[in-house]
């Protein structure tokens, strides 16, 4: 395979395996992201299709299916695979969850012990990451039935990015993270819920804070408009991504590879994904920034009403606190909750 070549198998965005003679002679970021025991050079292990002839179908790997196409290539097969649609959560999803909550309430646990203060603070603080595990667990079963509440109004999303960042960037301040917005039009209306791009800030915004590196750990957004999409873009301080990263914003969580004890449940990416689509939103991956989304500008409905969204609580918590919950200092929830 070509230099250029490589570089557009790369890119695809699909799980990508050329075959030959039932070996692996290459597999794309997305195929190693799904199936990571995926070695070149290596036998194709045996639960994945081979053969000479055009085929597609459904295999298992793991826990999971996954729907694929063999095609026939020069230098062997082609095999091309995309996970199964799936009615809930997925099995990495769910033990992914199920651990978290094991560590929170093992956080719980040593707060309540009898023989030391209570550390109100600390307590505060896994209350609202185990809230943030138990709502984003019925938010995916939500958009699994279909029934994900979705209430479109004519918005501002620059309001928006900005009263988010205003009021996080102070508690990421405590965590010792600068949290900014580099570049915003003073207004940038779209058809949006409020409330679920809200969350999608938010969640981009934790995700983008846990793999932040360096001495002095930053994240900034900008917004900008690019003929009928508005362009949210996210960086951070740190390595750029790599391709596997990458092409784990792009798709669910493998079975294979669980989220690591320090990274959550592994379900905030996937509704993130959810909310884009339900805008029609794309998600865009380069190197730097760390992404890039784009919502649509329009249609802007007559009928809907035109609104500059105020950040509300939920369940009496702050969407705030409970939004960032997993990469905050136990020192902010030391203070009330934010409006």
């Known amino acids: 395979m070509s230099d250029q070549s490589r570089i557009c198998f790369d890119a695809f965005p699909g799980a990508a395996v050329l075959i030959s003679q039932g070996n692996v002679a290459a597999a794309n970021p997305m195929a190693l992201h799904f199936l990571p025991q995926l070695k070149e050079g290596a036998p194709l292990p045996v639960e994945l299709p081979q053969g000479d002839c055009a085929q597609s179908g459904l295999f298992t790997a793991g826990l999971s299916s996954y729907n694929y196409q063999l095609l026939p290539a020069p230098q062997g097969q082609w095999l091309l695979f995309s996970p199964a649609p799936q009615a809930a959560l997925t099995d990495a999803q769910l033990e992914g969850a199920l651990r978290q909550l094991r560590t929170l309430l093992g956080q719980f646990l040593t707060t309540w012990e009898q023989d030391r203060p209570l550390d109100r603070a600390a307590a505060r603080k896994t209350f609202h990451q185990t809230f943030r595990l138990l709502d984003n667990m019925d938010t995916l079963r939500l958009s699994a039935q279909g029934t994900l509440p979705f209430h479109p109004v004519s918005m501002d999303l620059a309001g928006l990015c900005r009263q988010v960042v205003d009021c996080a960037a102070p508690l990421l301040a405590l965590s010792q993270v600068t949290l900014s917005l580099q570049t915003a039009p003073s207004s940038l209306l ?150």
């Open 190 to 339: 779209i058809p949006g819920d409020p409330q679920l791009l809200r969350r999608l800030l938010l969640e981009l915004i934790t995700n983008a804070v846990r793999t932040a590196g360096g001495s002095q750990k930053y994240v900034s957004l900008s917004l900008s408009r690019s003929g009928a999409q508005a362009i949210l873009t996210l960086s951070r301080s740190g390595d750029a991504p790599t391709q596997r990263q990458l092409a784990a914003m792009l798709a669910q969580d493998s079975d294979q590879l669980l989220p690591q004890p320090d990274a959550g449940a592994g379900l905030g990416m996937a509704i993130a994904r959810q909310i884009i689509a339900l805008h029609k939103g794309s998600i865009l991956l380069t190197n730097s920034p760390l992404l890039a989304i784009s919502l649509p500008t329009a249609p802007i409905s007559s009928n809907l009403t035109l609104q500059t969204p105020h950040l509300q609580t939920d369940a009496g918590l702050s969407p705030l606190l409970v939004g960032l919950a997993d990469v905050l200092s136990t020192d902010v929830f030391q203070v009330e909750d934010p409006d």
